[in-house]
């Protein structure tokens, strides 16, 4: 009996296949998801879905997982509609015992982002898909990974989405958390976040994604007297904070900036609940019309307030 397409494990050896070959052919009407060992990629293992056919213009989407480590569920939530777009999906697994500061980049120790990045490299090499620039999204301690991580590579992602964050990296008022060797903290000489790189952030498509009933602060919601004076002391109040904060610092610099909140009706701290109306997918994986259509609007809208802000200012 030939065994089921949803769940192969990635060996060595088929990592080490023919040039111009994939390590195994996905089914027609399945994606194929593969596990890849962290021994190859400084200790980070990863859920890889490979659609039957692979749109090279279309970026591959990141999926990372909160603080329970479920990488292959989110895999397994976008692998379906990534196909349908050509897209592979890659789900990191940052291990407990080798990455507990992954949400922050690597407060301490190896660096998450560059372990990412070395993944991303491999993955591209095997299978011969362009890994430069990815969509990204996390969710929950991921969502905290992401934000962070587009906020030190811009210019590796085409399109951010993240979803129930329990903290964010505010624009120019707080610090990053520290990352090493490079500190990535406030702007200024000594920082890793530029203010070329803000800006770049800045203008990316953001979505930030958080369910109504999330706005009940857990043992899991980072709190400090400074974060839940600037933030707020929920999540539901702090994504729409960032957003808010997003816009201003845009504005300050002439930029249009098309980060959008979204709140998801019925849904707490949950990524099933989250998952459940459909749009969180639609969101993370926007069709490229839909997208280009979402995108001019929002300049649209960014571009007319700053027009009567300009006018009742003169």
Not at 25 to 49: R, T
Not at 83 to 106: D, H, I, K
Not at 267 to 287: I, N, V
């Amino acid at each position: 009996m030939n065994p089921t397409p949803e769940i192969r494990a990635a060996s060595s050896a088929a990592l080490t296949g023919p040039a111009h070959s994939s390590p195994a052919a996905p089914s027609a009407a399945q994606p194929a998801l593969f596990a890849l060992p962290p021994a190859l990629h400084l200790g980070l293992g990863a859920w890889v879905s490979v659609p039957a056919r692979i749109d090279p213009q279309a970026p591959v989407l990141v999926a990372v997982h909160g603080i329970g480590r479920a990488a292959r569920s989110q895999a397994q939530a976008f692998m379906q509609r990534a196909a349908q777009q050509g897209r592979m999906v890659v789900a990191p697994r940052f291990e407990a015992s080798r990455w507990p500061n992954y949400q922050r980049l690597g407060r301490s120790g190896q660096r998450a982002d560059v372990a990412l990045l070395s993944l991303l490299e491999s993955i591209g090499f095997q299978w011969r898909v362009n890994t430069r620039r990815i969509a990204l999204f996390g969710y929950s301690g991921g969502a905290q990974f992401a934000h962070r991580f587009a906020l030190l590579h811009p210019h590796r992602v085409q399109n951010l989405c993240i979803c129930a964050s329990g903290w964010y990296a505010w624009p120019d008022e707080q610090p990053l958390p520290p990352v090493r060797p490079a500190k990535l903290g406030a702007i200024g000489p000594n920082s890793a976040l530029s203010e070329q790189r803000m800006s770049r952030f800045l203008q990316l498509p953001i979505e930030v994604v958080v369910g109504a009933n999330d706005c009940v602060r857990d043992q899991n919601t980072r709190s400090t007297p400074l974060i839940d004076a600037v933030q707020g002391p929920d999540r539901l109040t702090r994504a729409r904070r960032w957003v808010s904060a997003l816009q201003a610092a845009a504005q300050a610099r002439d930029l249009l900036a098309p980060a959008r909140l979204t709140v998801l009706p019925g849904a707490g701290h949950d990524f099933q609940q989250c998952l459940a109306d459909g749009r969180l997918l639609e969101l993370a994986l926007p069709s490229s019309d839909g997208q280009a259509r979402a995108y001019a609007s929002d300049l649209a809208r960014a571009h007319s307030r700053a027009l009567s802000h300009d006018l009742w200012a003169a």
